[in-house]
C-alpha cells in the first residue's frame, strides 16, 4: 500500500531565483522541505519517488518559471544490460575493492573531494567546501544512507588507494545515488560512469528495482553520461516513463 507524505508535517519553500549551471542564460529556483527527524527515512523515499532530491535533511526539487528541463531519471535494474563500452569500463576497474561504510566522514574521503572539485568544478559551487561541510554533507540526515569507498589493490600491509566514493541512499524500491567524487588523474577509468554501473549490480544482488541518478537536462554536456544508460526511465505528468 502506498504511504503519503504527511503534508501537516512538511512545510514547502522556495528558494531565492539564481543563475543555472546547467543551461546559460536560464534562471533556476528550487521547492525544497526540511526532512522530518521522525519517519524521515520513508518520507525520503517518497519524495525521492516523486522527482526530488535530498541534500543532509533537505529535499529539493526545481521549480522554474518557464522551463522544465531538469528531468528526474532512474535505471531499471531488471531490463539493464550494458553496451559493449560499459562493460569495457566494468572490465578497466575490476581490480578496485567496493566496501560499504557508515556515513561517517573521514580526511581521506575530504581530501579526495577537494582534489575532485578543484579539477572538475573549480569555481563551483561545492568549490569552496570545508571539512565541516563534508561532515555536514555526510552525517547530517535522518534517513537511510552509506558511503560506498572504491579502492585500487593494496601494496602493503594497509588498505589501497582510495579513488571512489558514493554517498548513497538506501530506498524502499531501490538505491538512490545522492553525491559521488572521484580520483580525476584516473580519467581512462571513467570512475563515475562505473560508480553507477557498479550500483546497478548492487541493486541486483539486493533484488532491488531501480537505481536513482538524479536530473537529467537534454542537450546539457555535463549529464550526458546519463542518457548512456538503457532503459532510462524519466519522470513525466503520467508518471515514470522509459526515454524513447
Not at 137 to 144: C, F, K, L, Y
Amino acid at each position: 500500500m502506498t504511504r503519503h507524505v504527511p503534508q501537516r508535517q512538511l512545510r514547502f519553500y522556495l528558494t531565492a531565483m539564481a543563475p543555472c549551471p546547467y543551461l546559460p542564460g536560464k534562471i533556476e529556483r528550487k521547492v525544497f522541505a526540511n526532512l522530518p527527524f521522525s519517519d524521515g527515512a520513508w518520507v525520503n523515499d517518497e519524495l525521492t519517488q516523486a522527482g526530488f532530491r535530498r541534500s543532509q535533511n533537505i529535499a529539493y526539487r526545481p521549480a522554474c518559471e518557464g522551463c522544465d528541463a531538469c528531468v528526474s531519471v532512474r535505471v531499471p535494474v531488471c531490463g539493464f544490460s550494458a553496451s559493449r563500452s560499459q562493460k569495457r569500463i566494468l572490465q578497466r576497474n575490476a581490480d578496485l575493492t567496493r566496501d560499504q561504510v557508515e556515513a561517517e566522514a573521514t580526511m581521506e574521503q575530504f581530501d579526495l573531494l577537494r582534489r575532485y572539485l578543484l579539477a572538475r568544478h573549480a569555481g563551483g559551487g561545492m568549490s569552496d567546501m570545508g571539512w565541516e561541510d563534508y561532515v555536514a554533507m555526510v552525517e547530517d540526515t535522518a534517513v537511510r544512507t552509506h558511503l560506498i569507498e572504491y579502492r585500487l589493490p593494496a601494496d602493503g600491509a594497509g588498505p589501497g588507494d582510495l579513488v571512489g566514493v558514493v554517498l548513497t541512499d538506501m530506498l524502499s524500491d531501490g538505491l538512490s545515488m545522492v553525491y559521488s567524487f572521484f580520483d580525476p588523474l584516473l580519467g581512462r577509468r571513467s570512475l563515475g560512469q562505473f560508480a553507477i554501473l557498479d550500483h546497478l549490480m548492487q541493486a541486483r544482488e539486493q533484488a532491488l528495482p531501480f537505481v536513482y541518478l538524479g536530473y537529467w537536462i537534454q542537450g546539457s554536456a555535463k549529464m550526458d553520461y546519463k542518457a548512456r544508460l538503457r532503459p532510462l526511465q524519466a519522470l513525466t505528468r503520467e508518471g515514470w516513463r522509459d526515454l524513447p
